[in-house]
């Protein structure tokens, strides 16, 4: 059976397109990690700076395989 670890990075945002989640969506996959999914995370705090949580898994290699 196949089992995963799960890496979440929390990316503020400021509302332009220039944010670097791009770039840090491609350096994890340069390192393993296949992107999943981005969770707003800004309704969360009233007032608050808008931010993602980019959520990230990779395959773990288990003994025997």
């Known amino acids: 059976m196949k089992k995963y670890e799960y890496e979440f990075v929390t ?6 397109w220039y944010d670097d989640y791009q770039e840090i969506i491609k350096k994890h996959g340069e390192d393993g990690w296949r992107f999943v999914d981005a969770i707003d995370k800004s ?6 700076n808008p931010r993602l949580d980019l959520v990230f898994e990779r395959e773990v290699e288990t003994e025997g395989e």
């Open 11 to 16: 990316v503020k945002t400021t509302g332009l």
């Open 43 to 48: 309704r969360d705090f009233v007032d608050a």
